[in-house]
């Protein structure tokens, strides 16, 4: 599977901006996917997960209530949407995929990677 992210830029605090990961390559569906994201200096974080059907969504606590995951299967693709952007949302953001149809907050339970996208909240 191929994964290609989109949608990141620069953005003042408080907007909003909408990442997109489009796949390819295999059976989409039956993978769980999600959202991870490196700040400067700092590890990979999880930020959202869902399931293969769409039906278990999770996110960090730090981003609950203000991101939103959600994917269509018919278009190969899964989204993030952001609202609510703080500067300490700047990172580059991963889209990736799993093996199985589970969301995780592990990185480890991730094969597929995308190449990120910058997102950076100016104050």
């Known amino acids: 599977v191929q994964l290609q992210a989109s949608g990141g830029g620069l953005v003042q605090a408080g907007g909003s901006l909408r990442l997109s990961c489009a796949a390819s390559?295999?059976?989409?569906?039956?993978?769980?996917m999600g959202w991870f994201r490196q700040a400067p200096g700092k590890e990979r974080e999880f930020v959202a997960g869902?399931?293969?059907?769409?039906?278990?969504?999770g996110y960090a606590d730090s981003v609950k209530g203000r991101f939103t995951i959600s994917r269509d299967n018919t278009k190969n693709t899964v989204l993030l949407q952001m609202n609510s952007l703080k500067p300490e949302d700047t990172a580059v953001y991963y889209c990736?995929?799993?093996?199985?149809?589970?969301?995780?907050?592990?990185?480890?339970?991730?094969?597929?990677w995308g190449q990120g996208t910058l997102v950076t909240v100016s104050s």
């Open positions: 990736t995929g799993g093996v199985g149809g589970a969301w995780s907050e592990s990185p480890h339970s991730y094969v597929y």
């Open positions: 390559g295999r059976t989409f569906s039956g993978y769980a």
């Open positions: 869902i399931s293969w059907s769409g039906g278990s969504t």
